[in-house]
């Protein structure tokens, strides 16, 4: 290799290239050297899973590091997982190894006595989740100069799963806040596989820096096999049971909880079994409870041997860890079922395939799945499984099958347009402002409210909260004395905040509730919602337990594996936006007449049956159906959000409405005759529509969405929820159309 960018790298790198056995340096590589070394912007890195990202940031950053040593922390990588922060160590600390530069991984599972060790002469790389770094912003505030004073670089990786997130705004209110510490504030570079509109991206990656943003973005462009089955599944004996259990504990299953259908599920067990590596991604925990539990008795019947393993965020960590190592060892086939745990960029080596099952919501998780395959230069392989219950269909909304025609549309939507779903910011924030907020006070000791309102609305995740708000939110944290007022008028935390604040919970923006540990003998499993009753049964880790003992005091149950069938136990998931462009394209998907070579015979089928019934309904021509006298069927064909905005509109204007199926259609009682007449009833909304304050004043639900919500100010929360949770255009365009 004698190109530029490859010459600019420090010596050792350069022999890791030639050690690796690398022919030559991507072009994204090659590019981020050059970007990275002779620049000073920010940084977007957008390339596909398992092209080179991590390296085009790492391979110049280190080379920086090497020629120009700086006296603290030189660059620090924040990571959404724990267990992605592990696997980047092992290739972070592989490219340091001849070298004088440390690296360190920092998370809960870290042993202190390596931090302490590390903190002792502050430098290299820090691998560092969100919440630990809030931990050190914390506590640690005197020392922030010493350990992060010259730190040039802080990597973002997998910056999808922070933009659209309170998770990413505390994220950027951490970087904001360590640049008081540094003469010269870091550069940012942002990692992604799945970035939609990539000009919102770099907004968000320069915050409120000085600095430009700059994209590199790779052209490869990988091939991609995929098949589509369906299976119409009923509900079997054995599930029955499971729902009389659940009902008396009462914990939510997700909607998309499976039935033990025989015939699936050896068809899945076939597809498992002809490959040595597959990793199987469901929806909710407890689709990846079911489909390793279903796979490991089959397995079991016909005498072979079980690889199968469960990776969710409610699975302990030795199991997950075992997992991962199972998927990476190549001399044995394993077979891995996982939530979003495994979607992100842990590297689990070459997979031979991919299995989504039922629909993702988002098409950036699908891309971010549809990647985890296709390693080291071959197609990426993906099967889809689409499942429908079995029943009695009342009308067209129960007759079409909106698992498949969403999977459809996702894929349709990446393969013709790479279209990716764009980030949505929202304005108002107010559950990580408090959190931000009681962070600054408990950071400082003690400020003046003007230095705090200083501190705290300069970040860029508040530009648009007023003084008039912020001095709303302090009076009620007065009030409700989660700030106090010194003599000298400075604030401090409040005594009814501080346990709250002096609890590791804390640092987390998202909610972390309290859940049983599941411990067998003295291996931890993993935890549950709970709790269950002594001698009941559990599902976890994709075997049954039985209880054998609770202890409250410690949130710890004891088991002892069985056979059978059980419950598991979690709490449900809120509501899942879908983004109008999915919703339409289902539309103008089931009124084509298009062909998809990747569907497989019962899914084409079931496609054609679905198309019949839209004709048969005339649904091309009308999205307004008759059900009953005075009562309809809505298609409005729009998102989550503009869905939800429609039927406050109709509930404000006094119609009854139900919504069976969110967001692909809703039931409307009026008293008009017909659909022409309703139609009429709906422009008059159209032509009128309140305010979205108004409209808010009607909702019900718009406190506790978010962790600190509750410490919010009910009027506060009314104007963010209309600003940031109501889409009255959007609504109102719909109307327009149906």
Request: net charge neutral; proline share 5%.
């Amino acid at each position: 290799m004698s190109d530029t960018a490859f010459d600019k790298l420090a010596p050792f790198i350069q022999e890791y290239v030639y050690r690796n056995k690398w022919h030559e340096l991507r072009d994204i590589q090659a590019e981020a050297i050059g970007a990275i070394l002779d620049g000073v912007d920010h940084i977007l890195i957008s390339s596909g899973t398992a092209t080179g990202k991590t390296e085009a940031a790492l391979l110049p950053i280190i080379t920086d590091l090497h020629n120009n040593p700086p006296a603290t922390i030189g660059a620090l990588y924040i990571g959404p997982l724990k267990a992605l922060i592990n696997d980047q160590f092992e290739r972070i600390t592989d490219l340091l190894k001849d070298t004088d530069i440390p690296a360190q991984a920092w998370h809960g599972d870290v042993a202190q006595a390596k931090k302490t060790r590390f903190l002792r002469q502050a430098r290299g790389i820090l691998q560092i989740t969100p919440e630990s770094l809030e931990a050190m912003l914390i506590n640690r505030q005197h020392e922030l100069k010493r350990l992060f004073g010259e730190t040039r670089y802080i990597i973002i990786d997998e910056i999808h799963a922070f933009i659209n997130s309170d998770r990413g705004r505390q994220v950027m209110c951490q970087l904001e806040r360590l640049a008081r510490y540094q003469k010269t504030p870091s550069r940012r570079i942002g990692l992604s596989a799945t970035i939609g509109e990539p000009c919102l991206a770099m907004a968000w990656l320069r915050g409120n820096s000085r600095r430009e943003a700059q994209l590199i973005a790779s052209e490869e462009r990988s091939t991609a096999e995929i098949g589509l089955a369906y299976f119409q599944l009923r509900a079997d004996d054995n599930n029955e049971a499971v729902g009389a259990q659940k009902a008396k504990h009462k914990p939510r299953e997700s909607q998309d909880a499976l039935s033990g259908e025989l015939e699936y599920f050896e068809h899945f067990h076939q597809m498992t079994q002809r490959v040595p590596k597959t990793l199987i991604f469901a929806n909710a925990r407890a689709d990846t409870e079911a489909i390793v539990m279903n796979l490991r008795d089959i397995s079991a019947r016909q005498n072979r041997p079980s690889f199968y393993h469960v990776h969710h965020g409610s699975i302990s960590a030795p199991l997950r860890e075992a997992a991962e190592a199972a998927m990476k060892d190549r001399s044995q086939p394993a077979c891995t079922a996982a939530t979003i745990t495994l979607e992100l960029g842990i590297d689990l080596g070459l997979l031979d395939q991919v299995i989504q099952v039922n629909s993702t919501h988002t098409v950036s998780s699908f891309v971010q799945r549809l990647g985890r395959s296709g390693r080291r230069g071959g197609p990426a392989r993906m099967f889809f499984y689409s499942t429908e219950q079995a029943g009695e269909k009342r009308h067209l909304g129960e007759e079409l099958p909106w698992n498949l025609l969403q999977t459809i549309a996702i894929i349709q939507l990446y393969a013709e347009e790479k279209w990716i779903e764009p980030p949505e910011v929202p304005k108002m924030p107010l559950s990580l402002l408090y959190h931000q907020t009681m962070s600054i006070v408990k950071s400082q000791s003690d400020l003046s409210p003007a230095q705090l309102a200083e501190r705290a609305l300069t970040l860029s995740s508040f530009q648009s909260i007023t003084q008039d708000q912020f001095r709303r939110l302090l009076r009620h944290h007065l009030e409700i004395e989660h700030l106090e007022q010194t003599e000298q008028g400075r604030l401090i935390i409040g005594i009814e905040a501080e346990r709250i604040v002096n609890d590791y919970r804390f640092y987390a923006v998202f909610e972390d509730n309290a859940e049983y540990r599941v411990r067998d003998k003295s291996r931890e499993i993993g935890t549950i919602s709970g709790p269950p009753n002594l001698e009941d049964t559990i599902r976890l880790a994709g075997y049954v337990w039985r209880v054998l003992k609770i202890y409250e005091d410690e949130k710890v149950i004891e088991v002892e594996r069985v056979r059978g069938q059980s419950a598991t136990y979690w709490e449900g998931r809120g509501e899942l936006e879908i983004h109008t462009r999915i919703l339409r394209k289902i539309r103008a998907i089931l009124l084509s007449r298009d062909d998809y070579a990747y569907l497989l015979e019962p899914a084409r089928q079931r496609l054609q049956s679905a198309r019949e019934a839209a004709r048969s309904s005339r649904l091309q021509d009308e999205s307004i159906l008759p059900l009953a006298p005075n009562r309809y069927l809505v298609f409005p064909w729009c998102g989550t959000r503009q869905f939800n905005t429609q039927l406050a509109l109709l509930e404000r204007a006094g119609f009854e409405t139900a919504r069976p199926c969110a967001p692909y259609y809703y039931q409307l009682e009026s008293r008009a005759g017909n659909a022409a007449e309703l139609k009429r009833e709906l422009a008059a909304i159209c032509q009128n529509p309140p305010g979205a304050m108004e409209l808010s004043e009607q909702i019900k639900g718009v406190s506790g969405r978010l962790k600190y919500d509750r410490f919010v100010p009910p009027d506060l929360l009314r104007e963010a929820f209309a600003r940031d949770y109501l889409d009255i255009p959007g609504a109102i365009e719909s109307l327009e159309a149906l």
